[in-house]
């Protein structure tokens, strides 16, 4: 079964540095999607991405972070100059269509930890 | 968004099957009720999805009010591997994520 994977599996990185998030999306997938979970929290929106654009962002998704599709198959989350509260789990989801027809598939995650 | 309403947390026995509520009375015309599931330290996992009519999948089966104001996620034999959190979502380009069902399956 098609799988999005997420590399790497755990980031451990000194406040203020700049993290790359990569994803590799379900290949005849159209749209993809950032979300995050704190600690014993929700699932949390970050961003959602369609034709090389941001469709939509939360509140969360400052100008810290940017996401890119720098070539076919990749898709990433750069957070510019991390910060204590960006300690995460960090998914990566992807789906054929946002209107709800298809599922969405999720990565397995990447455990951010800002010290 | 439209939102859900989901128990906090639900128990059932082994084996025995299990019915998770979804109530989502500001659903629309096209929204699509999404069942994910997330085991511990694992990402969300599809688990069915449908629009009106209910669906079977080799994972559980889904049915849906007839107003589709509420659906139930149907596991027809809990099994300890069951044992996560079960999220309603209604479709849009968001996927907001609520607290969802903790279910606890005992052996």
């Known amino acids: 079964e098609p799988e999005v994977t997420q590399t790497p599996s755990h980031q451990v990185t000194q406040m203020g540095q700049e993290v790359i998030l990569r994803c590799v999306p379900i290949s005849n997938h159209l749209y993809f999607y950032w979300y995050r979970q704190i600690l014993g929290q929700k699932v949390e929106f970050l961003v959602s991405f369609y034709n090389n654009e941001i469709s939509e962002k939360s509140e969360i998704f400052d100008d810290q972070f940017s996401v890119e599709r720098p070539d076919g198959s990749n898709f990433t989350l750069k957070i510019r100059s991390t910060k204590l509260e960006d300690s995460a789990m960090y998914f990566c989801a992807s789906t054929q269509t946002w209107t709800g027809v298809y599922g969405y598939t999720f990565g397995s995650g990447t455990r951010l930890t800002v010290v | 968004d439209a939102k859900t309403t989901q128990p906090n947390s639900m128990e059932s026995n082994e084996e025995e099957p299990v019915h998770l509520p979804c109530n989502h009375s500001?659903?629309?015309?096209?929204?699509?009720i999404h069942w994910y599931r997330q085991l511990p330290s694992q990402g969300p996992e599809y688990v069915i999805h449908g629009l009106t009519s209910n669906v079977n999948n080799r994972m559980a089966s889904l049915a849906i009010a007839e107003d589709r104001k509420s659906s139930t996620l149907i596991l027809h034999r809990a099994t300890l591997r069951d044992a996560a959190v079960y999220y309603c979502i209604l479709s849009g380009n968001q996927f907001y994520f609520g607290t969802g069902t903790s279910l606890t399956v005992i052996p």
């Open positions: 500001t659903i629309s015309g096209t929204d699509y």
